[in-house]
């Protein structure tokens, strides 16, 4: 299994551009998340998901949309890009509070915004 | 709102010694506390979970004990190797229907041959 597969792993943007970042994770989790990790802040989480078609804010949501259309698929927008996103970005999934699982994370994807 | 202090930023010992983490946390009790390894450039990996009414957890030369009256967690890792050297996070889940972790810093460890 590959699990979770984050696209692209590295990108450049200027300010105002907009991108989207693709999770995809082959284990039938319904759990999806996406943090973004900075020097000195740790992991925050931006948005998540509990299943197929839902969405929700977490911590530092500004500036940021997201889209679960597909059970396996969760996709991160930035609409305008903006210096303070620049970070590296990772999504993670899991089994929905069994309690038994942690989180399977992906390689991430490096964004500077310039 | 609920906070994560992992003891240090960085922990350097010498191999076959026992590394010791630890993870304080304010306010309410999670109910799970789980641990991560990252790699320079990787996403985080997932080692050990322990639930609220577990003291103790061990997996292979990993360790993890769990206090809620002092509200701190201790990662331990025996024998320790060079391979060991990574940054350990230290990851609260408060149940319920979100599901999701609160994350401390990370403390790295180096382990010298």
């Known amino acids: 299994n590959a699990g979770v597969t984050q696209t692209p792993k590295f990108r450049v943007l200027k300010t105002g551009q907009s991108m989207t970042l693709l999770c995809a994770q082959d284990m039938n989790h319904e759990y999806m998340y996406w943090y973004r990790q900075d020097p000195g802040m740790g992991l925050r989480l931006i948005h998540y998901s509990v299943g197929e078609g839902t969405t929700a804010k977490g911590e530092v949501p500004d500036g940021y949309n997201v889209s679960r259309l597909k059970k396996q698929n969760f996709l991160l927008g930035l609409e305008s890009a903006a210096p303070s996103q620049t970070s590296v970005y990772f999504c993670?999934?899991?089994?929905?509070?069994?309690?038994?699982?942690?989180?399977?994370f992906g390689s991430g994807t490096r964004l500077t915004v310039v | 709102s609920q906070k994560i202090e992992q003891n240090s930023e960085a922990l350097n010992i010498q191999e076959g010694k026992t590394a010791t983490l630890t993870c304080n946390y304010t306010?309410?009790?999670?109910?799970?506390l789980q641990w991560y390894r990252q790699d320079p450039g990787r996403g985080p990996v997932f080692l050990l979970l322990?639930?609220?009414?577990?003291k103790e957890k061990r997996k292979e030369r990993l360790k993890v004990t769990f206090d809620t009256t002092l509200k701190q967690s201790l990662f331990h890792i025996t024998a320790s190797q060079p391979a060991d050297s990574a940054t350990y996070l230290c990851?609260?889940?408060?149940?319920?229907?979100?599901?999701?972790?609160?994350f401390g810093k990370g403390t790295k460890l180096s382990v010298k041959p």
């Open positions: 990851a609260l889940d408060m149940g319920g229907s979100q599901g999701n972790l609160i």
């Open positions: 306010n309410y009790s999670p109910a799970y």
């Open positions: 993670a999934s899991t089994l929905p509070r069994d309690g038994n699982y942690g989180y399977t």
């Open positions: 322990i639930r609220e009414n577990e």
